[in-house]
């Protein structure tokens, strides 16, 4: 059983803009959930930020001890995920139209390469996987109780959510009804539409005509659900009325994340969160990567350019994720030189003895100091970039012990996620005739049980930078 280290956990909550000490609900479990990805196109690397975010979260958790749930879902009906209003084509429908293939063949097809591409990016699997539309039930229970306590209303098939009957709305976003009425906050147009009591009203089911794929029969007529309402009745299914932690991408905290506050609270009546995080945006040039910019990276890009995927893991690790970061030409090069350099050193250390296939948990004075070091950086508020450069320093640090030293990094990679685990050492020194007379006379003294000796050549072959391991044939170095 691990324990949870005393070392405190802090997180910055966008809900309270900011940086508190973090206290799990129910200790030593941390519930997370994660919006993820909407399956009708290729998932771009400026997406999956949003993904290795709460990945990092969930591994610096696990790395003090915790527990972790994490959840993440698959949108796989289509809204208009970017888009502030809510009218419009949906996508998914639109993609199915224009190729022939049948919405859910579209949508498998994409959650298929997302998937393959979350394991290129060393996203650990969430636990939860759960697809929106295997989840219409729950959706429509949650709509019927807003329904019933007043909170939404009918409107020729569609129902909205009455947003004049939640005071807080707005609580996350610093939105105000006031202020999205004049197109404050960057919400340029608010969702219009006919039979809706007020423009930011949002819909919580919307009527389909018959020329959709996805439709389902509900207590309101046939049609699908809104966006908002399916990540509250999944973390509601998985987590609870109440849970730890929320992530995804910033722009998702408004509308997105204000309405599932709003739908959630609506329906029990909790606070649904404890911490909101929402990670910045990936800036291609001066533009933020987007589709409609006409510059969208994928994965596969960047393998076909020669780019490892872990060189781009690498470049979120050197920017905190409330920060912007700039993909350039120059920085993705920069971090893939970073990553071989690192590998490069830890190569070039001798791998450590492993007893019984354990990981050793003692360490050296100093190794303990850059443990700490390692560790109150990422207690910080997910500080990568620092622990980023304690790696890279300890990497090269000779007064640590060369043994110690690859221990110490592989340690830090269970957070990093670099697969350095994956680096093999150097082809061996080539080791002078002097050294191999040490070894058999060693092997020798060993033979003979003359233990006293048998160490004095180890120390003799330390002090020329050999570490010794005892095998069933006999000395080998390292
Ligand atoms: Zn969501």
């Excluded at 996203?123 to 429509?140: F, R, V, Y």
């Excluded at 109780?145 to 007043?150: G, N, S, Y």
């Excluded at 780019?307 to 409330?322: S, V």
Aim: proline letters at 5%; a negative charge.
């Amino acid at each position: 059983m691990t324990t949870i280290s005393t070392k405190p956990v802090y997180l910055y909550n966008t809900l309270s803009r900011s940086k508190g000490l973090f206290t799990p609900l129910h200790p030593p479990h941390v519930d997370i959930y994660s919006c993820g990805p909407t399956v009708y196109r290729d998932i771009h690397i400026g997406n999956f930020r949003a993904f290795m975010t709460p990945d990092w979260l969930r591994r610096m958790l696990e790395y003090n001890g915790y527990d972790v749930l994490l959840v993440r879902n698959i949108t796989d009906v289509g809204h208009l995920q970017n888009d502030d209003v809510e009218t419009g084509e949906d996508k998914l429908e639109n993609e199915a139209r224009t190729t022939g293939r049948s919405a859910y063949e579209i949508a498998d097809y994409y959650t298929q390469k997302y998937l393959k591409d979350s394991d290129e990016l060393n996203i650990l699997p969430p636990q939860i996987n759960p697809k929106a539309t295997e989840h219409i039930p729950e959706m429509q229970a949650m709509t019927e109780k807003l329904v019933e306590k007043r909170l939404a209303y009918v409107a020729n098939g569609n129902v909205y959510y009455d947003v004049s009957r939640f005071p807080n709305y707005g609580e996350l976003s610093g939105n105000t009804v006031e202020n999205l009425r004049e197109g404050g906050h960057g919400r340029q147009q608010m969702e219009v539409a006919e039979d809706k009591d007020a423009p930011e009203d949002f819909a919580l089911w919307k009527h389909g005509d018959e020329n959709r794929q996805m439709n389902w029969e509900s207590p309101w007529g046939t049609g699908f659900p809104g966006w908002h309402i399916e990540c509250s009745a999944m973390s509601t299914r998985y987590l609870g009325e109440q849970f730890d932690i929320h992530t995804g991408g910033i722009d998702l905290r408004f509308p997105h994340h204000e309405d599932e506050i709003a739908q959630s609270y609506g329906v029990s009546g909790k606070e649904p969160v404890q911490v909101w995080i929402h990670n910045e945006f990936l800036i291609f040039g001066s533009l933020k990567m987007s589709r409609s910019k006409g510059n969208v990276i994928l994965v596969s890009t960047l393998k076909e350019r020669g780019i490892d995927p872990m060189a781009y893991r690498y470049l979120l690790l050197t920017a905190h994720y409330r920060s912007k970061l700039n993909f350039t030409d120059e920085s993705i090069t920069a971090a893939q030189n970073g990553l071989n350099n690192l590998r490069d050193d830890l190569a070039a250390l001798p791998v450590p003895e492993l007893s019984n296939g354990k990981q050793i948990d003692l360490w050296s004075e100093k190794a303990s100091q850059v443990r700490d070091a390692f560790h109150t950086a990422i207690n910080d508020d997910l500080d990568l970039p620092t622990a980023l450069s304690i790696t890279r320093e300890v990497a090269r640090d000779n007064t640590i012990d060369a043994a110690e030293r690859w221990r110490l990094i592989l340690d830090f990679d269970r957070v990093l996620g670099l697969r350095l685990d994956t680096v093999e050492a150097k082809a061996p020194r080539t080791v002078s005739d002097e050294v191999l007379a040490l070894v058999k006379q060693r092997d020798e003294a060993r033979a003979a049980r003359d233990w006293k000796r048998s160490d004095e050549i180890r120390d003799l072959l330390k002090t020329q930078g050999y570490e010794v391991r005892d095998t069933p044939k006999g000395t080998e170095l390292v």
